[in-house]
Nanobody, 118 residues
Framework: VQLQASGGGLVQAGGSLSLSCAAS????????MGWFRQAPGKERELVAR????????YYADSVTGRFIISRDNAKAMVYLQINSAQPEDTAVYYC????????????WGQGTLVTVSS
């Protein structure tokens, strides 16, 4: 399994950024997908999750109303739209698959760095 996140960069507070994650080596449509982030000096946290059919979505309280998760099963891609970015959104962002109740923690990719300037 390979997960390649991209789209990170520098954005001013209040701005927007679109992240993408390409998944390979798995039957993508059979997995829920999530976006995690890890800020400097902090633990990795789940910020958004989407079910296999993209009908159900979960967001952490800190990003609700600002982030939008989506997926394209045909392309094996998952996306995270970041709107109204805040300096506390600065982190490395990762995507990860989930099967049943288990996140596949063995398959972290490199992530993509998002930096929000104030």
């Amino acid at each position: 399994v390979q997960l390649q996140a991209s789209g990170g960069g520098l954005v001013q507070a209040g701005g927007s950024l679109s992240l993408s994650c390409a998944a390979s080596g798995l039957a993508f449509r059979n997995y829920e997908m999530g976006w995690f982030r890890q800020a400097p000096g902090k633990e990795r946290e789940l910020v958004a999750r989407i079910n296999r059919s993209a009908v159900r979505k979960y967001y952490a309280d800190s990003v609700t109303g600002r982030f939008i998760i989506s997926r394209d099963n045909a392309k094996a891609m998952v996306y995270l739209q970041i709107n109204s970015a805040q300096p506390e959104d600065t982190a490395v962002y990762y995507c990860l698959p989930r099967y049943g109740n288990e996140w596949l923690y063995n398959y972290w990719g490199q992530g993509t760095l998002v930096t929000v300037s104030s």
